[in-house]
T-cell receptor
Framework: EDQVTQSPEALRLQEGESSSLNCSYT??????LFWYRQDPGKGPEFLFT???AGEEKEKERLKATLTKKESFLHITAPKPEDSATYLC????????????FGKGTTLSVSS | NAGVTQTPKFQVLKTGQSMTLQCAQD?????MSWYRQDPGMGLRLIHY???????DQGEVPNGYNVSRSTTEDFPLRLLSAAPSQTSVYFC??????????FGPGTRLLVL
């Protein structure tokens, strides 16, 4: 059973069309939820860390929120340069210092 | 400040050959990890280290060895390469607070 599930697997948007990506998790003892952006052929790039339910973080057109069972990455008025794969990961009590990753959502934004 | 560096960027091996993937970080992070990324599987933890001289296994450790003689370096050794080890390998480092910083990756093809 997957501990971190991301949906949808792929998302196509028009420039300016806002939407949300979902990350649901089943681990207990959450110590942090992380969002990363990954461009083709590159390593994941850190975006946000969320630690507790109700917490929100923003960066340019991106806003991450956290509840007790899931996180959303909201993309407002996306641009083509926002096209990438967005990865969600959790750090929890039984995982040592490592992260458990979801499989990612690939976002394509067309102009 | 180069962050996390990995060499080589790309490698082709024959089945049964051995090799070492290099990883170095200049952020003085205690924690370092190796992940592999395969299509449809997401990032999976191979081995990790919580400090010089201390290593432990992750989710998919078979066929790989690691050692940590210095804070800066964390090499990953493939003992006898198999086609199933064809993947993209990422090294990451962090301070223990969870946020991991990734290198650019090594693409490995085993024939």
């Amino acid at each position: 059973e997957d501990q971190v599930t991301q949906s949808p697997e792929a998302l196509r948007l028009q420039e300016g069309e806002s939407s949300s990506l979902n990350c649901s998790y089943t681990v207990s003892g959450l110590r942090g939820l992380f969002w990363y952006r990954q461009d083709p052929g590159k390593g994941p790039e850190f975006l946000f860390t969320l630690y507790s339910a109700g917490e929100e973080k923003e960066k340019e057109r991106l806003k991450a929120t956290l509840t007790k069972k899931e996180s959303f990455l909201h993309i407002t008025a996306p641009k083509p340069e926002d096209s990438a794969t967005y990865l969600c990961a959790v750090h929890y009590n039984q995982a040592g210092t490592a992260l458990i990753f979801g499989k990612g959502t690939t976002l394509s934004v067309s102009s | 400040n180069a962050g996390v560096t990995q060499t080589p960027k790309f490698q082709v091996l024959k089945t049964g050959q051995s090799m070492t993937l290099q990883c170095a970080q200049d952020m003085n992070h205690e924690y370092m990890s190796w992940y592999r990324q395969d299509p449809g599987m997401g990032l999976r933890l191979i081995h990790y280290s919580v400090g010089a001289g201390i290593t432990d296994q992750g989710e998919v450790p078979n066929g790989y060895n690691v050692s940590r003689s210095t804070t800066e370096d964390f090499p990953l050794r493939l003992l006898s390469a198999a086609p199933s080890q064809t993947s993209v390998y990422f090294c990451a480092s962090n301070t223990g607070g969870g946020t991991q910083y990734f290198g650019p990756g090594t693409r490995l093809l085993v024939l």
